[in-house]
């Protein structure tokens, strides 16, 4: 692994995240239909992916003769684990809950990746590691306040995907060990677009697709476009650097969010928001010093079993 290179990636998926999340919840409000955006948008994303993997794979076609059916058993559990039913979960969950509750909950994300990454991956949090994930998570109140979470349906539906998103982190971790980074997103992106595809026939609404506004499908690009930039750049940060890393630096994608949000919503830059960046920053920043210090932060033989 290469941990500089990773952070790279990181960083970069961090900036697409915190756009998306922004403009993703514009979009799913303004499209109306959670199953209908989500099917949308990833099946755009997976056509995208079907093109550039697809000439990968002509070019080197070792990239998929060479997988054991181990590999492929990894690859479709990504697409249902990471690629479908947490997106429609989490923008469900988005359309009927503040942005504030929705950015704190799927902060937690540092913490189900650390549940498994440890048992799993073999990964090591040291006693700093521990306190800058309390800075990065605690830094998530300063804007909206403790008193702007709560926990209904919507709470609990991003929470769901947010766990299972976690779960999709320590199986694509194993994955990209011997299956390459695109081969892994396009798996993700495909497989859970088909099957987000299927449940929308199912449920009767694919005319709702047929329908956009001009301005509705100019949001669903928009979204299309982060979300490519996203997967892409996340996997290769994934390769290169511990799952648990990985996960506590895409947590700054949050400062953009808010940042647009106090831009364009809000209309109101508060010291807050300075506060969160700064506290932000700080826990991301000890818990990078500190995982370079740690001797085999790598993946363990063992987790040849997930």
Do not use: C
């Not at 979009?27 to 949308?40: E, I, K, Q």
């Not at 808010?258 to 809000?266: E, P, W």
């Amino acid at each position: 692994m290469n941990y500089n290179r990773g952070i790279k990636y990181a960083l970069v998926t961090a900036v697409f995240s915190g756009f998306a999340i922004y403009f993703n919840g514009i979009a799913v409000r303004t499209v109306g239909d959670p199953l209908a955006f989500t099917t949308l948008k990833n099946l755009g994303v997976g056509m995208i992916l079907a093109v550039l993997v697809g000439i990968k794979i002509f070019r080197n076609r070792s990239l998929l003769i060479t997988l054991a059916p181990r590999d492929w058993l990894r690859l479709l559990l990504i697409g249902v684990i990471g690629g479908s039913l947490p997106f429609y979960l989490f923008f469900k969950g988005l359309s009927i809950t503040p942005a504030a509750s929705g950015a704190i909950i799927h902060k937690t994300l540092i913490f189900w990746v650390a549940l498994w990454a440890i048992p799993f991956l073999h990964e090591k949090l040291t006693i700093r590691q521990v306190l800058a994930l309390g800075l990065v998570f605690g830094s998530s109140f300063i804007v909206g306040g403790i008193t702007s979470l709560s926990f209904g349906t919507g709470e609990m539906m991003i929470l769901a995907a947010t766990i299972l998103w976690a779960v999709e982190n320590i199986i694509a971790k194993v994955a990209l060990r011997k299956v390459d980074a695109d081969v892994v997103v396009g798996a993700r992106m495909i497989f859970g677009s088909l099957l987000l595809f299927a449940a929308t026939i199912f449920t009767g609404k694919m005319s709702l697709i047929s329908q956009l506004t001009p301005s509705q499908w100019g949001l669903t690009l928009t979204s299309i476009a982060f979300l490519t930039g996203y997967v892409m750049s996340w996997y290769r940060a994934l390769r290169e650097a511990p799952a648990t890393l990985v996960a506590t630096v895409l947590t700054l994608g949050a400062v953009i969010t808010n940042v647009l949000s106090a831009v364009f919503i809000t209309r109101a830059f508060k010291i807050e928001l300075v506060l969160q960046t700064i506290l932000l920053g700080a826990g991301v920043w000890l818990f990078w010093t500190a995982s370079k210090k740690i001797p085999n932060y790598t993946l363990n033989v063992k987790s040849e079993h997930i």
